[in-house]
């Protein structure tokens, strides 16, 4: 376990690193920048989600797989994996440069705001969608065959390459013109260009990766339909809340431009929290895939539990840690009083938050690892849309509480649906979700 998730750890801190100071470089180039790609990033991880429909399955299904010793089958998850990722990011890829304008037309956001989130989101969440897709693929493969440090190393190469285009699109260096969110967009889709080559040499190099290309016309069609059975119900979960993000985004338009850019940096720093529980779920739902496909699922009920209690107290420590040092924190991203002031608050609402948001990130893991992806999906839109996104409707705009109103909303969301997760894991009925 630790091994699996160290790595995974590093990977996701430095790639949240690398996303936070992309925020630090643009917002010293403009306050409109910062709040047109957190606009758009809504958008552009509702595109991972889609990615996530496959990746996701093909996870769960190929550690089932693995751990059951299927290996005909586990090539064969991978294959139908690269065929499905090809079609869903080239079919995103023109839903993005057809739509974007009329999407963005729906907010009520300033004009520099506008073109700003049109700039950025064409070339990354349309052009980048290919490669962004394949990254993920790629990486989820090496992951379940627990090459976890190869994907790490990958991540932090790729970007470190989106930094250094970031500075000089941003900084104009070496007596370039300075090009703005254009260049910070062209930047960060050759940082997943570079990714992709990369990974893909790595699954070259190691043997007992089975991911070839050629024979994918072989693969049964029993294998799509089991990686979807999994993928679309998983990755529900996660379309759900993040369109309960969106519409909580539009809310949080309606408050103003320096409203917008709290959400930003409070999100930005919020992340280094919930890291931790992350890569534990992450890991979590590995380890319970390979138990449940090699029929001991009692150890991943045990376990888990030590898991979840772990997660937790990292997640909590480091925000109040973070409560304690926050001024200091908040300085390296703006100076603006009012955007200051309201940053302070939210990270202090943000205990609430992350105390349940641990326990979703951890237990709802364990349950996709084990097959069981339904109740989670189903649960998780009646309280996103019931708590989350009506609460911060009532609480934020209704009684005028704000972004604090959206923030009490949101803690109030994660805590509920994790301890429903909980009792969901002790009733112990994932034990008949097996696949493999």
Same mark, same amino acid.
């Given at each position: 376990?630790?091994?699996?998730?160290?790595?995974?750890?590093?990977?996701?801190?430095?790639?949240?690193?690398?996303?936070?100071?992309?925020?630090?470089?643009?917002?010293?180039?403009?306050?409109?920048?910062?709040?047109?790609?957190?606009?758009?990033?809504?958008?552009?991880?509702?595109?991972?989600?889609?990615?996530?429909?496959?990746?996701?399955?093909?996870?769960?299904?190929?550690?089932?797989?693995?751990?059951?010793?299927?290996?005909?089958?586990?090539? /064969?998850?991978?294959?139908?994996?690269?065929?499905?990722?090809?079609?869903?990011?080239?079919?995103?890829?023109?839903?993005?440069?057809?739509?974007?304008?009329?999407?963005?037309?729906?907010?009520?956001?300033?004009?520099?705001?506008?073109?700003?989130?049109?700039?950025?989101?064409?070339?990354?969440?349309?052009?980048?969608?290919?490669?962004?897709?394949?990254?993920?693929?790629?990486?989820?493969?090496?992951?379940?065959?627990? /090459?976890?440090?190869?994907?790490?190393?990958?991540?932090?190469?790729?970007?470190?390459?989106?930094?250094?285009?970031?500075?000089?699109?941003?900084?104009?260096?070496?007596?370039?013109?300075?090009?703005?969110?254009?260049? =910070?967009?062209?930047?960060?889709?050759?940082?997943?260009?570079?990714?992709?080559?990369?990974?893909?040499?790595?699954?070259?190099?190691?043997?007992? $990766?089975?991911?070839?290309?050629?024979?994918?016309?072989?693969?049964?069609?029993?294998?799509?339909?089991?990686?979807?059975?999994?993928?679309?119900?998983?990755?529900?979960?996660?379309?759900?809340?993040?369109?309960?993000?969106?519409?909580?985004?539009?809310?949080?338009?309606?408050?103003?431009?320096?409203?917008?850019?709290?959400? $930003?940096?409070?999100?930005?720093?919020?992340?280094?929290?919930? =890291?931790?529980?992350?890569?534990?779920?992450?890991?979590?739902?590995?380890?319970?895939?390979?138990?449940?496909?090699?029929?001991?699922?009692?150890?991943?009920?045990?376990?888990?539990?030590?898991?979840?209690?772990?997660?937790?107290?990292?997640?909590?420590?480091?925000?109040?840690?973070?409560?304690?040092?926050?001024?200091?924190?908040?300085?390296?991203?703006? /100076?603006?009083?009012?955007?200051?002031?309201?940053?302070?608050?939210?990270?202090?609402?943000?205990?609430?938050?992350?105390?349940?948001?641990?326990?979703?990130?951890?237990?709802?893991?364990?349950?996709?690892?084990?097959?069981?992806?339904?109740?989670?999906?189903?649960?998780?839109?009646?309280?996103?849309?019931?708590?989350?996104?009506?609460?911060?409707?009532?609480?934020?705009?209704?009684?005028?509480?704000?972004?604090?109103? $959206?923030?009490?909303?949101?803690?109030?969301?994660?805590?509920?649906?994790?301890?429903?997760?909980?009792?969901?894991?002790?009733?112990?009925?994932?034990?008949?979700?097996?696949?493999?």
């Amino acid at each position: 376990m630790v091994a699996l998730t160290l790595p995974i750890l590093a990977e996701s801190i430095f790639r949240i690193l690398v996303m936070s100071v992309d925020t630090v470089m643009l917002s010293g180039y403009s306050q409109a920048a910062v709040a047109a790609v957190g606009l758009v990033g809504q958008y552009v991880f509702f595109i991972n989600i889609m990615f996530n429909v496959i990746a996701v399955g093909t996870s769960i299904v190929l550690a089932q797989y693995l751990g059951a010793d299927r290996r005909d089958e586990a090539r /064969h998850v991978a294959q139908a994996g690269a065929v499905m990722v090809v079609v869903t990011s080239l079919t995103i890829m023109a839903a993005v440069l057809l739509f974007t304008r009329s999407i963005l037309s729906l907010y009520p956001i300033e004009e520099d705001v506008r073109g700003f989130a049109m700039q950025y989101f064409t070339i990354f969440g349309g052009i980048g969608a290919p490669f962004i897709a394949f990254n993920m693929l790629q990486s989820t493969v090496l992951r379940s065959y627990g /090459h976890t440090k190869d994907t790490m190393f990958t991540t932090m190469i790729a970007n470190l390459v989106n930094v250094i285009g970031n500075a000089v699109s941003l900084y104009g260096f070496f007596g370039l013109p300075v090009f703005g969110v254009v260049g =910070v967009a062209i930047s960060s889709v050759f940082s997943q260009l570079v990714a992709c080559v990369i990974l893909a040499l790595r699954i070259r190099a190691i043997p007992d $990766v089975q991911f070839p290309i050629r024979g994918w016309r072989a693969v049964p069609t029993k294998i799509y339909k089991t990686v979807l059975s999994i993928g679309v119900p998983t990755a529900g979960e996660n379309m759900a809340y993040n369109t309960a993000q969106i519409a909580i985004m539009a809310m949080v338009s309606s408050f103003g431009t320096f409203a917008m850019s709290a959400q $930003v940096y409070t999100i930005t720093i919020a992340r280094f929290v919930f =890291v931790f529980a992350m890569s534990i779920g992450s890991a979590t739902q590995i380890k319970t895939g390979w138990f449940v496909g090699a029929k001991k699922a009692d150890d991943a009920y045990r376990r888990v539990y030590r898991y979840q209690l772990i997660g937790t107290a990292l997640s909590v420590g480091m925000i109040l840690i973070i409560n304690l040092v926050k001024m200091p924190l908040i300085g390296f991203f703006t /100076h603006e009083p009012e955007i200051v002031k309201l940053t302070a608050t939210l990270l202090l609402f943000s205990i609430y938050v992350e105390f349940g948001r641990s326990m979703n990130l951890i237990t709802i893991a364990a349950l996709k690892g084990s097959g069981d992806v339904r109740f989670p999906v189903f649960y998780g839109i009646l309280s996103m849309w019931g708590i989350m996104v009506f609460g911060s409707w009532l609480l934020g705009m209704k009684l005028g509480l704000g972004l604090v109103g $959206v923030w009490l909303a949101t803690g109030t969301d994660e805590t509920t649906r994790g301890v429903i997760m909980i009792l969901r894991w002790k009733s112990k009925r994932w034990m008949t979700k097996s696949i493999a």
